[in-house]
């Protein structure tokens, strides 16, 4: 038997597989759920985030609201999430794991992955870490640029 945080997750996914995007009231799904609205958050926080493919609007307050959005890897949204998945510094197991994701959401192929690995960890090397972070991660957010590009065409 599941979690409960398994259980709202397979609840989100079968509404986003009739609707494509989800609006809702975190207080009533933790009504719904008999949780607590941080478990809402939990669940949110781990298993609908920018990694995962999908962009999560929130506004708190009585009027508020939770939408989830299946992110698509589309020319126009780049910018906005090549700035989100990538932070101002980035060392090199971070960046390890952010390539790994963006694999297993299909977002880049296993090649092009390896090559900005190799790019990341070589070109890199000798700088000092903090500057090494800095452009680490303007580099990657260049070639996530280019590669998210020559995707499209």
């Not at 009231?25 to 008999?34: D, G, S, T, Y």
């Not at 607590?36 to 958050?41: E, W, Y």
């Not at 609908?48 to 020319?75: A, Q």
Request: net charge negative.
């Amino acid at each position: 038997m599941g979690s409960l945080a398994d259980f709202i997750e397979q609840y989100l996914r079968n509404i986003l597989i009739q609707n494509k995007i989800i609006e809702l009231q975190r207080r009533e799904l933790a009504k719904m759920f008999r949780c607590a609205p941080s478990q809402i958050n939990y669940v949110l926080e781990t298993r609908f985030n920018l990694e995962h493919g999908y962009i999560v609007e929130s506004k708190r307050g009585g009027g508020g609201y939770i939408r989830i959005t299946p992110v698509s890897w589309r020319i126009e949204s780049l910018p906005v999430l090549i700035n989100e998945l990538v932070p101002a510094e980035i060392g090199e197991n971070e960046v390890v794991h952010l390539l790994e994701r963006l694999v297993e959401t299909n977002m880049i192929g296993v090649e092009s992955a390896q090559l900005l690995l190799k790019l990341m960890v070589d070109v890199f090397a000798d700088l000092e870490v903090t500057h090494a972070d800095f452009l680490r991660a303007k580099f990657l957010k260049a070639m996530l640029m280019v590669l998210g590009s020559k995707s499209e065409t």
